[in-house]
């Protein structure tokens, strides 16, 4: 369970499951979005650098979601090199993916930490 987190007062993180490199997440629609907008996730190093990334768009565009409903949105994790072993810090927020504004909230780089890290053994 995690705090609600709201990004751009329309897409609400309701829950996650994070197993091996697959990354679920449970979204609640808070406000009508006018863009159909792209979740982004990213595995950070320890030095801030990108390890990984599973950017996607929901199955249903934002666009037509509807204030109330829920809808998941699976992400692989993956990377151009294989990701060292270690304990990875991962991302993720909304994009426009016509101009790659971020829905704003209230985080660094309007990008929400996940409280569990993605481990590569």
Known sequence: TIEPVVFGNTI???GYQLEGNILSLVWQSVAPLNA???????????NNQVAGQGDAPPTLP????????????????????????????????????VDGTRLPVNYPDNAFALPSKLSVP
């Open 62 to 97: 934002t666009g037509y979601w509807q204030v109330g409903e829920q809808f998941i949105t699976n992400h692989t994790i993956s990377a151009s090199t294989p990701i060292a072993v270690g304990s990875y810090r991962v991302i993720l927020g909304w994009y426009n993916p």
């Open 36 to 46: 159909n907008d792209t979740v982004f996730v990213q595995v950070l190093d320890a």
């Open 12 to 14: 609400q993180l309701v």
